[in-house]
């Protein structure tokens, strides 16, 4: 069973910084894709960020492709993603998401994970 928690979310202004925690229990985590999806109330969940077991590689959708940098630390089991000139549109619940099956490359697709965090709340004022 893989447990994911993730943190860092907050308030900020239009054009800062935030950087979102993704920390994963459980065996062999450290050998699955995993990723960050968002979601709007009223609105589907969407892909933002993913990265393979490795850590190369990384795929974004293309809304925050060259602002936001996802990351991971396998010595900790903690993935990452750095979210840079931000705006008002990333105002969303951030989801982190682990894949099942081992070496497997990420994916945009919210069905091929199948484990999820609890969420945390990002928001940003214009």
């Known amino acids: 069973q893989v447990h994911l928690v993730e943190s860092g979310g907050g308030t900020v202004q239009a054009g800062d910084s935030l950087r979102l925690s993704c920390a994963a229990s459980?065996?062999?985590?450290?050998?699955?894709?995993m990723a960050w999806f968002r979601q709007v109330p009223g609105k589907e969940r969407e892909f933002v960020a993913a990265?393979?077991?490795?850590?190369?590689?990384?795929i974004y959708a293309d809304s925050v492709k060259d602002r936001f940098a996802v990351s991971r630390d396998n010595a900790k089991n903690i993935v990452y993603l750095q979210m840079n000139n931000m705006m008002s549109e990333d105002t969303a619940l951030y989801y982190c998401?682990?894949?099942?099956?081992?070496?497997?490359?990420?994916?945009?697709?919210?069905?091929?994970?199948?484990?999820w965090g609890q969420g945390t709340q990002v928001t940003v004022s214009s």
């Open positions: 998401a682990a894949m099942t099956t081992q070496y497997a490359a990420p994916s945009m697709e919210t069905n091929d994970y199948h484990y």
């Open positions: 459980g065996p062999t985590v450290r050998n699955y894709a």
């Open positions: 990265i393979s077991w490795s850590g190369i590689a990384p």
